[in-house]
């Protein structure tokens, strides 16, 4: 009798074991599958440069980007993600990335895609300058276009902020960083609003200027901001309509904003020798020294990034 129970309590014992390491097993395998599913997850991005949604890795590790916008952008959240990006004309708020821990992937025109290949990128973002290497990029990795519509600008660029946002799981961050910026373009269009004052953007390069106006490349001064116009006839386009100092004078702006290309990319004759010439001392603008000279490293070379724009937001309101 003795014997019969101590070979049923064996045999329950070992029932036990068995079952305790099939749990085992079940647990090991069911935190591998989550851990495979957490590393697969994606989501779907669409953007102009597709017909259909592109299937993004969410947190990818490694990042290419040719957007100087997306890059301070993911500087301002926080995240360490970017592998690689043209080291050529950085801006120099984020030098920080002039660094050989970056991949140097060409430049914002002529990318090396032999390099962007043996980087084996997770994601690639781009925007207008790419934007006809598209398929070729498509070729490497998922490729996002995050160009900003200057018919639309807080629009698209709203858009752009939040697909980072969902991509790398800071919605909420973004969420109140767009809703500070909100406030802060509404302080000054509260400004703007209340004054008859008319303003003129010109870019100077090498001697030569052109001048922007509604939705074009630098309309956000007019269509956001709330700048009125000293000449609503200006084509919109991305280069600007070439003018001379003869146009400033005539159209005698009150307030003058000058973005200095040569400074971006390293030419040799500056806005202010270029622009504060005797026809420009006798417009309103310099007599009531209101000739704002705004940085090409957030209105020329990025632009549509977070810290860009509140940069811009800064710029804009010492005219006021």
Known sequence: MKKISFTLLLAAFLLVLSACGSKDNNEGNNSSNSDKAEEQQVISVEHELSDKAVEVPKNPKKVVVFDFGTLDTLDELGIDAVAGLPRTNIPSYLSK????????????????????????????????????????????????????????????????????????????????????????????????????????????????????????????????????????????STHGQGVTFEYVLEKNPDILFVIDRSAAVGGEIGAKETVENELVKKTSAYENGKIIYLDPDYWYLSGGGLQSIKEMVREVETAL
Do not use: C
């Not at 060409?106 to 994601?123: M, V």
């Open 97 to 236: 990335f002039d660094d050989d821990k970056y991949t140097n992937v060409g430049s914002l025109k002529e990318p090396d895609f032999e390099a962007i290949h043996a980087l084996n990128p997770d994601l690639i973002i781009i925007s207008g300058r790419q934007s006809a290497m598209y398929d070729e990029f498509t070729e490497i990795a998922p490729t996002i276009y995050v160009g900003v519509d200057n018919e639309n600008y807080m629009e698209s660029f709203k858009h752009n902020i939040e697909v980072i946002g969902e991509i790398f799981g800071k919605e909420d961050q973004v969420k109140d960083e767009l809703a500070a910026i909100d406030e802060d373009i509404a302080a000054i269009n509260e400004k703007t609003s209340g004054t008859e004052d008319k303003a003129l953007i010109i870019l100077a390069n090498e001697g030569k200027t052109s001048a922007y106006g509604s939705k074009s490349r630098f309309g956000i001064i007019h269509d956001v901001f709330g700048f009125k116009q000293s000449d609503e006839g200006i084509e919109a």
